[in-house]
């Protein structure tokens, strides 16, 4: 964030607990596993809802063609060839915002807010389970990093990679994981 002088972030970042912050986004990811399942097999008869929790939403598309922007503490889309702009918590400490998308070809992009799967000061887990998606974006995504965990898990599809800074499983003091299982995949960042 821009408020944040290296001096600031060599001084609090030498007081983060890696096992603390991998350890919490272990136990998210496996719970998040566990209904993965029943999530792929259900994902046909998926009830689209949006829904206030507090200040942040929870959100469930169907499979139709979705846009997608704003803050969500869980947003989990059936399929579709869907567009997310900006999807993520403004970053805030202990922010976690979880994405899974089940299905499509999708296009991803980011500039005001961190991107898919970043944990800035909190946890981000983006998981994307089919399709080739095109990922484009500002600083922070794809599972980065900063005084936070992030992962960003896409399980299939020939995907593009491309972004700023600190993207792509970069982690500056934190815990920053880009994993792409399969595919005809191309990566390209500037830093």
Same mark, same amino acid.
């Given at each position: 964030?821009?408020?944040?002088?290296?001096?600031?972030?060599?001084?609090?970042?030498?007081?983060?607990?890696?096992?603390?912050?991998?350890?919490?986004?272990?136990?998210?990811?496996?719970?998040?596993?566990?209904?993965?399942?029943?999530?792929?097999?259900?994902?046909?008869?998926?009830?689209?809802?949006?829904?206030?929790?507090?200040?942040?939403?929870?959100?469930?598309?169907?499979?139709?063609?979705?846009?997608?922007?704003?803050?969500?503490?869980?947003?989990?889309?059936?399929?579709?060839?869907?567009?997310?702009?900006?999807?993520?918590?403004?970053?805030?400490?202990?922010?976690?915002?979880?994405?899974?998308?089940?299905?499509?070809?999708?296009?991803?992009?980011?500039?005001?807010?961190p991107g898919p799967g970043a944990g800035v000061l909190g946890t981000g887990l983006w998981i994307d389970?089919? /399709? @080739? $998606?095109? &990922?484009? #974006?500002?600083?922070?995504?794809? !599972?980065?990093?900063?005084? %936070?965990? +992030?992962?960003?898990? *896409?399980?299939? /599809? @020939? $995907?593009? &990679?491309? #972004?700023?800074?600190?993207?792509? !499983?970069?982690?500056?003091? %934190?815990? +920053?994981?880009?994993? *792409?299982?399969? /595919?005809? $995949?191309? &990566?390209?960042?500037?830093?």
């Amino acid at each position: 964030p821009h408020w944040m002088t290296r001096a600031v972030l060599h001084e609090v970042g030498a007081r983060v607990d890696r096992q603390v912050l991998a350890t919490g986004l272990l136990e998210l990811l496996a719970t998040v596993e566990a209904v993965l399942p029943d999530l792929r097999n259900c994902r046909h008869r998926i009830q689209a809802f949006d829904k206030k929790v507090g200040d942040r939403r929870v959100r469930v598309a169907g499979q139709g063609d979705d846009s997608h922007s704003g803050d969500y503490l869980l947003l989990i889309d059936a399929g579709g060839s869907d567009r997310y702009e900006n999807v993520g918590p403004m970053p805030a400490y202990a922010t976690v915002s979880v994405v899974i998308d089940l299905d499509g070809d999708d296009v991803v992009q980011w500039d005001s807010v961190p991107g898919p799967g970043a944990g800035v000061l909190g946890t981000g887990l983006w998981i994307d389970v089919a /399709g @080739n $998606d095109r &990922y484009r #974006g500002g600083k922070y995504g794809n !599972g980065s990093a900063l005084l %936070g965990a +992030g992962l960003h898990w *896409d399980m299939q /599809g @020939n $995907d593009s &990679y491309s #972004g700023n800074a600190g993207v792509q !499983g970069a982690g500056n003091y %934190g815990l +920053g994981i880009l994993l *792409d299982s399969e /595919g005809d $995949d191309s &990566y390209l960042a500037y830093l």
